[in-house]
Nanobody
Framework: VQLQASGGGLVQPGGSLRLSCAAS????????MAWYRQAPGKQRELVAM???????NVRDSVKGRFTISRDNAKNTVYLQMNSLKPEDTAVYFC??????????WGQGTQVTVSS
């Protein structure tokens, strides 16, 4: 199973970005899909997660600004990020927990919020 993330980039404060992460390979189904981020000098932290049933958990600091969603038919998870702030700058990693196999991390995509 492989993950392909896309959508990162440079954006001004207040701007928006949409991250996508598609899983490919031999996948029966996926339990949890999530986005983590890691800023320079800091630990990796959970941003948002979504279960196969649609249950969502979002980090307090991004609530109301970030929305996680998934397309089960495409094995893809999205992170819509609005009202971005400089403190959102980080490398964003997707995380996928397929049924019957070990969880997988994506390669990371850089998000930079700066004027």
């Amino acid at each position: 199973v492989q993950l392909q993330a896309s959508g990162g980039g440079l954006v001004q404060p207040g701007g928006s970005l949409r991250l996508s992460c598609a899983a490919s390979g031999s996948i029966f189904s996926i339990n949890v899909m999530a986005w983590y981020r890691q800023a320079p000098g800091k630990q990796r932290e959970l941003v948002a997660m979504i279960t196969s049933g649609g249950g969502v958990n979002v980090r307090d600091s991004v609530k109301g600004r970030f929305t996680i969603s998934r397309d089960n038919a495409k094995n893809t998870v999205y992170l819509q990020m609005n009202s971005l702030k400089p403190e959102d700058t980080a490398v964003y990693f997707c995380y996928v927990a397929p049924v019957g196999t070990s969880p997988i991390w994506g390669q990371g995509t850089q998000v930079t919020v700066s004027s």
